[in-house]
């Protein structure tokens, strides 16, 4: 049986990618964090008790930023491959966190290295690094390739640029099988909360279900190639299998500004919205509701700019060039972006219903000194 260690197993992309390496047969190992809450809601229904016999999920506690308690997780569980997907993976974020973030997502990443290679296991070992579209920042060329120049943006950006070649100099210092996935946004039922795609569902849910009113944005005009997380976690996995260690783009080639997003996902429960105004001053307007189990106005202003979700260096354009994980790795992404959009927005619909029906019959705890 083959053994995985996944960092960040409480993330997006840890819960799908455990699920899916535990269908395959592996004994999964997770590290997450001390918190004062639960933060294992993504994963609950994988957990397996302890005392039970032949447990194949097992949690360990840990930090990124913490050496020892990274060799010693490492130096029990023994793995054949480690996802490094731990980070603070917020590009906004970062520019608030910069110092923190390096730390976690640059210095995390020569800290697993490094403890792999202190345990001389650099050559049972194979890591694989959560690298990101976010590299590419200000516009080279496009699509965006293997080859592309890096150009980071971000505190966030910087701090995976480092990652990146910390990974790439311990495959050709040491001869370890690791590799950067570059992978481009991907999301989900399953997103952080405050990333636009699950912030833009929500809101829109909730306004459909008369429950919230109105989706404060940022930049519309940004474009990203959106993929489902579900696809994603696949190829980190076919990453991993292949005869040579290599870094791969992962996208779907094809690029939406954030306004169609909003379109998209209010078309799902039936109302089309109207964009006017320019810049700040952009609104969204609806203009039609064709669906009789939500009650909307027409004209009402639903969507505004808000220059507080503006981030101080911007990445206008994402789009990527997955030909060569076509090709060598065979990977296809089965989902496109209306197929995400519809599974995101049924999603967060049918929670916000559930919502509602315990507000109504006054089971909705609010404030829980009141
Ligand atoms: P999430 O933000 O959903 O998950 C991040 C995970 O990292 C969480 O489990 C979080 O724990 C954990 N984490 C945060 N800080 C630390 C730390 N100091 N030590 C250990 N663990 C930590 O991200 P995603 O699942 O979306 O992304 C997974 C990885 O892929 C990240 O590295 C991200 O930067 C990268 N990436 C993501 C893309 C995307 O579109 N989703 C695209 C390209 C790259 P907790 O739950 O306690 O907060
Ligand atoms: P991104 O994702 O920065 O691409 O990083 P995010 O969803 O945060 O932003 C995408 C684009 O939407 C614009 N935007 C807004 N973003 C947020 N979060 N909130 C808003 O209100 C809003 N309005 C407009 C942003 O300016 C941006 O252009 C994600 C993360 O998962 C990273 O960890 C990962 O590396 C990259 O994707 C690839």
Not at 10 to 16: L, M
Not at 17 to 24: I, P, Q, R, T, V
Not at 304 to 319: C, Q, S, W
Not at 355 to 365: D, H, P, R, T, V
């Given at each position: 049986?083959?053994?995985?260690?996944?960092?960040?197993?409480?993330?997006?992309?840890?819960?799908?990618?455990?699920?899916?390496?535990?269908?395959?047969?592996?004994?999964v190992h997770g590290i997450k964090r001390r918190s004062s809450l639960f933060n294992t809601d993504?994963?609950?229904?994988?957990?397996?008790?302890?005392?039970?016999?032949?447990?194949?999920?097992?949690?360990?506690?840990?930090?990124?930023?913490?050496?020892?308690?990274?060799?010693?997780?490492?130096?029990?569980?023994?793995?054949?491959?480690?996802?490094?997907?731990?980070?603070?993976?917020?590009?906004?974020?970062?520019?608030?966190?910069?110092?923190?973030?390096?730390?976690?997502?640059?210095?995390?990443?020569?800290?697993?290295?490094?403890?792999?290679?202190?345990?001389?296991?650099?050559?049972?070992?194979?890591?694989?690094?959560?690298?990101?579209?976010?590299?590419?920042?200000?516009?080279?060329?496009?699509?965006?390739?293997?080859?592309?120049?890096?150009?980071?943006?971000?505190?966030?950006?910087?701090?995976?640029?480092?990652?990146?070649?910390?990974?790439?100099?311990?495959?050709?210092?040491?001869?370890?099988?690791?590799?950067?996935?570059?992978?481009?946004?991907?999301?989900?039922?399953?997103?952080?909360?405050?990333?636009?795609?699950?912030?833009?569902?929500?809101?829109?849910?909730?306004?459909?279900?008369?429950?919230?009113?109105?989706?404060?944005?940022?930049?519309?005009?940004?474009?990203?190639?959106?993929?489902?997380?579900?696809?994603?976690?696949?190829?980190?996995?076919?990453?991993?299998?292949?005869?040579?260690?290599?870094?791969?783009?992962?996208?779907?080639?094809?690029?939406?500004?954030?306004?169609?997003?909003?379109?998209?996902?209010?078309?799902?429960?039936?109302?089309?919205?109207?964009?006017?105004?320019?810049?700040?001053?952009?609104?969204?307007?609806?203009?039609?509701?064709?669906?009789?189990?939500?009650?909307?106005?027409?004209?009402?202003?639903?969507?505004?700019?808000?220059?507080?979700?503006?981030?101080?260096?911007?990445?206008?354009?994402?789009?990527?060039?997955?030909?060569?994980?076509?090709?060598?790795?065979?990977?296809?992404?089965?989902?496109?972006?209306?197929?995400?959009v519809k599974e995101m927005m049924a999603s967060d619909?049918?929670?916000?219903?559930?919502?509602?029906?315990?507000?109504?019959?006054?089971?909705?705890?609010?404030?829980?000194?009141?």
């Open positions: 049986m083959k053994i995985a260690l996944i960092t960040g197993i409480t993330g997006q992309d840890g819960a799908y990618l455990a699920d899916f390496l535990l269908k395959k047969g592996y004994e993504r994963i609950d229904h994988l957990y397996q008790d302890p005392h039970e016999k032949n447990v194949r999920f097992k949690l360990h506690y840990g930090d990124l930023s913490d050496s020892t308690n990274l060799i010693r997780i490492i130096q029990e569980v023994q793995p054949d491959e480690i996802y490094n997907l731990g980070a603070m993976s917020h590009v906004k974020v970062s520019f608030d966190t910069p110092e923190y973030t390096a730390n976690v997502d640059g210095l995390g990443t020569l800290r697993l290295l490094e403890a792999i290679r202190i345990l001389n296991l650099t050559k049972k070992t194979k890591i694989y690094q959560a690298s990101s579209s976010e590299l590419y920042g200000s516009v080279q060329a496009v699509p965006q390739s293997e080859t592309t120049p890096f150009y980071p943006r971000s505190p966030y950006a910087v701090a995976k640029m480092y990652a990146y070649w910390i990974t790439v100099n311990y495959r050709e210092a040491y001869g370890m099988f690791a590799c950067n996935g570059i992978l481009f946004n991907h999301e989900s039922p399953l997103r952080g909360e405050t990333f636009v795609t699950r912030k833009i569902t929500r809101a829109i849910s909730k306004m459909a279900l008369g429950l919230h009113e109105d989706l404060f944005l940022g930049n519309l005009d940004a474009r990203r190639d959106w993929g489902h997380a579900k696809d994603y976690v696949e190829a980190m996995w076919l990453i991993l299998q292949q005869e040579e260690p290599e870094d791969y783009v992962i996208a779907t080639g094809v690029t939406t500004t954030v306004r169609d997003f909003v379109r998209m996902s209010f078309s799902e429960v039936g109302i089309a919205v109207e964009f006017k105004g320019e810049g700040v001053a952009e609104k969204g307007y609806v203009v039609s509701c064709s669906n009789p189990d939500y009650q909307i106005e027409i004209g009402k202003e639903v969507v505004a700019v808000d220059a507080a979700y503006f981030r101080p260096t911007e990445v206008d354009l994402l789009i990527g060039d997955p030909t060569k994980s076509n090709t060598k790795l065979g990977w296809k992404p089965k989902y496109d972006l209306p197929m995400l619909v049918e929670h916000f219903k559930k919502e509602k029906m315990l507000k109504e019959a006054g089971y909705f705890i609010k404030n829980q000194f009141e």
